[in-house]
Structures are given as structure tokens and as C-alpha cells.
């Protein structure tokens, strides 16, 4: 079973708002991933990063930031949110020496923008 | 372009029946192919990684097929259950980059009626 947490599962805020889905692993994993999915479409990777103090915008133009402070940690935050912003978020993590090993996934953050 | 394209893009099976999902891509240098099951609502959960030298891989219903000089994978599911209706998403890994590069299928989406 994945040690990949998403907080929280369901939001609903208002347009202005500023928002920030938490994404915490612990498995030491080094690869830290954001995915936007809208419903019946594939994932869009939107950041990512390769450890601590590195962060990578995708290929999604996204108008949300990240942070890695901590190897576990890997929040996304949004300044402003919109109703473009509504969708689900998902995180994923992967252990640094990509031979085969499984990405995990966290359970999601579904965002509605009103 | 680097592509991973599925299909069906949606199936119908009754309780008890096998089906077989199709992933092809162009994506290159190859590096790994995964197939995950994703639930409504959920995060991807891992199937099956297949490497370059694997043809087939089994993972209790599920038999996945690599044929790397066709670029072609298929998702055999036999004996179908009810907990089986989800999405199919098939991921596909290059290495030509340090981050392993991750692309996506917009997925199979399964439904089996009983």
C-alpha cells in the first residue's frame, strides 16, 4: 500500500481564495510529482521535483507554485484561484533510480472554484 | 511527439468475461511501460511495469503484453468482476532525460455489468 498522503480529499472555495493541497510521502522518495486531471482525460504533469530545493514547472502552463523544503513534503499552492482552477490534483511520488520501480499515487484533491 | 494513445476509449463486458485493452506509442528512447487501474475518483493504483525485455507479465487476472518493436502493449483481463469497472491507464517512461519522463494514456474507461 502507497505512503502517499493528499489533504484535502474535497474543496470548495471562492474565486480570489488562496488554496494549498498538501502532498506528504514517506517513503524517502526523491521524485515528487503534481498531475491536474480533469474528468475522463488524461493526466497533465504541472510541477515536479527531483529533491529537496528543486522544483520544475511542467508541461501544463499552470498559474500555481510548489515548494521542497522537506524530502516528504511537496505542497502546491494556488495565489488566486479561479474557476479554470476546478479539477482534481493528483500527487505522485517515485523512488530516485527510475529502473522499473511504481509511481504512487496519492488519493486526489478535488478542487471546485466558484 | 512523444504519444501513448488507448483503446477503446470505453468497454462494455458482462460479470465472468475477458476483455483485452490496447496501448500504442511512439515514445522514444523507451524506457518502461506501466499499466494502472484507476477508480473513480481515486488515484492511479499499479497494474503491472513492464521493461524492454519483458514480452508479458501477469499480475493475478491481469496479463500485460510488450511487443517494443511495434510499440504495443496490451491489458488482458480475464474472468472479469464487477470491481474491475474503472479506468485502464497506460503510462509510458522514456530515458532520455534524468527525470524518466512520464506519458500518459487518457485510459480505457471498463464498466462490467453483472
Known amino acids: 500500500e502507497a505512503d502517499i498522503y493528499q489533504t484535502p480529499r474535497y474543496l470548495v472555495i471562492g474565486t480570489g481564495k488562496k488554496i494549498t493541497l498538501e502532498c506528504s510521502q514517506t517513503m524517502g522518495h526523491d521524485k515528487m510529482y503534481w498531475y491536474q486531471q480533469d474528468p475522463g482525460m488524461e493526466l497533465h504533469l504541472i510541477h515536479y521535483s527531483y529533491g529537496v530545493n528543486s522544483t520544475e514547472k511542467g508541461d501544463l502552463s499552470s498559474e500555481s507554485t510548489v515548494s521542497r523544503i522537506r524530502t516528504e513534503h511537496f505542497p502546491l499552492t494556488l495565489e488566486s484561484a479561479r474557476p479554470s482552477h476546478t479539477s482534481q490534483y493528483l500527487c505522485?511520488?517515485?523512488?530516485?533510480?527510475?529502473?522499473?520501480?511504481?509511481?504512487?499515487f496519492g488519493e486526489g484533491s478535488w478542487l471546485t472554484v466558484v | 511527439k512523444n504519444q501513448v494513445e488507448q483503446s477503446p476509449q470505453s468497454l462494455i463486458i458482462l460479470e465472468g468475461k475477458n476483455c483485452t485493452l490496447q496501448?500504442?506509442?511512439?515514445?522514444?528512447?523507451?524506457?518502461?511501460l506501466r499499466w494502472y487501474k484507476q477508480d473513480t475518483g481515486r488515484g492511479p493504483v499499479s497494474l503491472t511495469i513492464?521493461?524492454?525485455?519483458?514480452n508479458t507479465k501477469s499480475n493475478r487476472r491481469y496479463t500485460a503484453t510488450l511487443d517494443a518493436d511495434t510499440k504495443q502493449s496490451s491489458l488482458h483481463i480475464t474472468a472479469s468482476q464487477l470491481s474491475d469497472s474503472a479506468s485502464y491507464i497506460c503510462?509510458?517512461?522514456?530515458?532520455?532525460?534524468?527525470?524518466?519522463?512520464?506519458?500518459f494514456g487518457r485510459g480505457t474507461q471498463l464498466t462490467v455489468w453483472p
Open positions: 496501448c500504442n506509442y511512439t515514445v522514444s528512447p523507451f524506457s518502461n
Open positions: 513492464m521493461t524492454f525485455s519483458e
Open positions: 503510462v509510458v517512461s522514456d530515458r532520455g532525460s534524468t527525470l524518466g519522463r512520464l506519458y
Open positions: 505522485a511520488s517515485i523512488a530516485k533510480e527510475d529502473s522499473g520501480n511504481t509511481i504512487y
